[in-house]
């Protein structure tokens, strides 16, 4: 394969249209969409309007005219047709970490009412740090304990212990996705529920958390979904735990009449319970755009086409790598069927300066401690010559040895 | 006093330049700003540079080149200054209610941690309504007990059993101010902790939490403070409370070092470990340019001087609509020392659409169930002539009985 197969590739891709959707920065690569998705061109303007006509002019009459109080509902149902979940099941708020709270909660307080004895959490070793730690802070609380353990061990840990089974769907770091279905499946018939994050899979790769049965889904708005940095995140109730319990994070928005302002909670029907403060309307307003350029893919086959073109794109881009930088280690799975929309490599040493050492070229990627070099794909604007081109780029670095100097080698705050 | 009075109060105010920082529609005397603040001139052209340049342009890299993660606590060192906070005492963080559930978890276990037995939270009968649900469900998960009163009846609940003193310092209704210092003097003599919402004081009121030796506050962003609808809240915990306890929204973000991604929780020092997600970035951005607002009047005379012409306001409008209205009860207190920065009246029965008819005359309050109609004063854009004309214009409402129009009295989803 040559790089005009690849421009050729691009050239008959269905969905390249689809990147006129975004305003990307000139000369730059954007491999880092599974940590902030880029800026949607609707986004500016529609941030305007809420702005100046809807807040600065009709103040808080929007609240109804411009049913900025349906917004939690509104954004969560465009979310709900990427996830294989059904309208009026899913509702945007807070952050991820807070609704991972809210569902393991509730996940706890189901099981604990059946079975008292079921107190174990069980996630995997290498789970984004936020959810283990949420999942530390409700096991410390509730009396629970966190067990964690690497993937090929997690099926031996459902047993008659185990009350929910907590998972990132696609793993941060290395990429590799988990059989929701069969783990599900494995889960219920050992008697837990499960709780997975979306955070790298919503956008990115098909889900059906209906078809699986999960229980309880939550999901990030910045990264495949462009919501804007710090976006609101989604929360998914499988509709026959929804009515069943209620969330501690019991706030006025989850009420069935907040503007009753009666003392007593009564929780609202469904997932809308699983609601507490006042929505932010002004990243509401941007998720909406975000979520509103992966919907764009409907016409062209949904998320099933994304699909085929990401695996594409990472295939070739590991291939290129593989062949041009035999000193870095593919750490996703080779195979597709276990890989998300990214490709992450390892190296002992120089992980973090050969990534700043990229973004200096353009080429945006991440690092992830201590070890991962991260390379995200999001088939929306990137193309296969972006790819290929990439893969050059990390060959150039390395064998240059750019990543030495000074100015790579230091820290910054956020990695 | 005559119009032409308050004309002339209106062209000796020192404070009146402070108006020019919003966008302010034509046309309207807006009196609901303890609900939704106004747009600031700043917000549409900030928002524009995060957009385009930060996020559009500038991607992850701006998380530490625009300083994004430091967002929480820049802007929290801002608010502190309104409400007698230390700098590095106070972050600005999720929802209100979502920040009540943190700062009531940690006071519960403070006190536990000395005082088993003490399994009461005290708190006012008309307390907001989602302060009392969060209350409520922390109560029902660690077996607390809310007790709820009247504001007179509140010190005699401060007994061997009370843990936990909750009040909302400023009453959303009736705009009943509680003293701060005396009952947190109280609180703490009978042996119990003290959390002050402060949703209708930040902005509006002096308020000195270091003074009083509050222990927890919260606070709303989208009120006095003219964040924006649904803008980000805050968080301040009294410094020899904050390395203490850690709070169960334990998100990454709360984490003594985030980026090293390593799978046990350790807090931050401090008040940061009351953090949780990743910061919304767009939404901070908005509460900057509103709390930039209130601090430009720090030359004028700051919060006092805003104080002062608050009750000036307020009084000056309460007095009208008591010569003019004789048919509204004053609900707020009379005593300038016991009212916020609004002002209520309750109708038995037609609360409703008076507050939508004055609406449609471009006088905008709100109503508040069951019987409240309620004004706020903010006086960074509020005139003399404006609190004049609101009084006559409810009047001539009154008078000429305009709130019986069918259009008036249809409900709407949000009051």
């Known amino acids: 394969m040559t790089r005009d197969d690849a421009l050729a590739l691009d050239a008959r891709d269905p969905l390249a249209p689809l990147r006129d959707q975004f305003s990307l920065p000139a000369g730059v690569i954007y491999l880092d969409g599974n940590s902030l998705g880029v800026l949607p061109k609707a986004t500016a303007p529609r941030l305007q309007q809420v702005v100046a006509d809807e807040w600065g002019r009709d103040l808080i009459v929007s609240w109804n005219s411009a049913d900025w109080i349906g917004l939690p509902q509104r954004v969560g149902d465009k979310i709900a047709r990427l996830v294989g979940a059904g309208a009026g099941e899913l509702v945007v708020a807070d952050s991820t970490s807070g609704n991972l709270y809210k569902v393991l909660s509730a996940a706890a ?25 949420i999942a530390e802070s409700l ?4 009396g629970f304990e966190l067990v964690l353990a690497d993937a090929q061990r997690l099926p031996s840990l459902l047993d008659t212990r185990c009350a929910v089974l907590m998972l990132t769907h696609v793993n941060y770091r290395s990429g590799r996705m988990h059989d929701m279905a069969a783990l599900t499946r494995a889960a219920h018939e050992a008697g837990a529920l499960t709780v997975w994050d979306l955070a790298h899979s919503a956008g990115a790769v098909p889900v059906d958390l209906r078809a699986a049965q999960a229980d309880f889904a939550i999901g990030c708005g910045y990264k495949y979904l462009n919501g804007g940095p710090g976006a609101p995140a989604f929360v998914w109730v499988n509709p026959h735990h929804a009515d069943r319990f209620w969330q501690p994070l019991a706030g006025w928005m989850g009420h069935a009449a907040p503007f009753e302002f009666t003392p007593g909670y009564r929780p609202a029907a469904g997932v809308a319970r699983y609601l507490c403060g006042t929505p932010p309307v ?9 979520v509103d350029t992966v919907l764009a893919a409907e016409p062209f086959g949904g998320m099933a086409a994304l699909r085929a073109k990401s695996l594409a794109l990472t295939r070739l881009f590991a291939e290129r790598v593989a062949a041009l930088c035999p000193g870095l280690a593919l750490v996703s799975p080779a195979d597709d069927a276990l890989r998300g929309s990214q490709v992450c490599f390892s190296h002992p040493e120089i992980g973090y300066p050969v990534v700043q050492a990229l973004i200096a070229r353009g080429v945006i990627g991440d690092f992830r401690a201590p070890d991962i070099l991260r390379f995200g794909f999001t088939p929306l604007y990137l193309r296969f010559a972006d790819a290929w081109d990439a893969a050059q780029h990390l060959h150039e670095v390395l064998e240059r040895e750019e990543w030495r100097r000074p100015e790579f080698n230091r820290r910054a705050a956020v990695t």
Do not use: H, K, W
Request: proline content about 5%; aromatic content about 6%.
């Open 109 to 133: 307080a189901i099981v604990q009412a059946d079975a008292p004895a079921r107190r174990v959490i069980v996630s995997e070793r290498s789970n984004f740090p936020t959810d283990l730690y």
């Open 139 to 142: 096991a410390r609380e509730r």
């Open 282 to 290: 002004l990243s509401m307003a941007a998720l909406e755009c975000g």
